[in-house]
């Protein structure tokens, strides 16, 4: 599996939660699947480039969570003081 210091930092944040990793030609080559497993599966799917870089692609309701829960810790309404959720 694809690591890096902030992919384990999301994972350890963001339990329970299942990410897969495909390369940028894998991701290319088979697009409606994994764009369906982001989806439909809310699962979230790092696409490795060259050189170690790399994406991480999430549905838009999970974006939207994360952008709420940004607002919500922004404003001081975050759950016990933390930005993702631990339950």
Same mark, same amino acid.
């Given at each position: 599996? %694809?690591?890096?210091? %902030?992919?384990?930092?999301?994972f ?5 939660? !299942?990410?897969? !990793?495909a390369?940028?030609?894998e ?6 699947? %994994?764009?369906d497993? !982001?989806? $439909? $599966?809310? $699962?979230?799917?790092?696409? #490795?480039?060259?050189?170690? &870089? *790399?994406? !991480?692609?999430?549905? =838009? $309701?999970? %974006?939207? *969570?994360?952008?709420? #829960?940004? #607002?919500n810790? *922004?404003?001081? &309404?975050?759950?016990?003081? #933390? =930005?993702?959720?631990?339950?």
């Amino acid at each position: 599996m %694809y690591e890096n210091k %902030y992919v384990s930092l999301y994972f350890n944040l963001v339990k329970d939660t !299942v990410m897969k !990793v495909a390369s940028y030609s894998e991701f290319k080559n088979n697009l409606k699947f %994994y764009l369906d497993s !982001v989806i $439909d $599966d809310n $699962d979230i799917l790092i696409i #490795r480039q060259a050189k170690g &870089r *790399a994406g !991480v692609l999430i549905s =838009l $309701d999970e %974006y939207n *969570a994360i952008t709420e #829960r940004a #607002r919500n810790f *922004a404003d001081g &309404r975050g759950k016990h003081g #933390r =930005l993702f959720s631990t339950d």
